[in-house]
């Protein structure tokens, strides 16, 4: 609770960070069904993370990846 506290990042946006720390990247399918989200949900995390510079995306729309920035 206190590092939540102190990002200010949801818990399922800390497990995002985590999953792109253990594996490098992640493809949107990779992201919604690593944390048990739909398409949206997925894309509710996304973008606060993208908006601060966390998280990156590479590729283009279609077959994009998302990376720690």
Known sequence: MQARARTGLAPK???LLQLLRERGSLSPREIWSGLGVSKQGAMNLLH?????????RA??????R???A
Do not use: I, S
């Open 48 to 56: 606060p993370l993208l908006k601060a510079d966390l998280v990156k």
């Open 59 to 64: 590729g283009t729309k279609k077959v994009g």
């Open 13 to 15: 946006q800390e497990q």
């Open 66 to 68: 998302y990376l720690l």
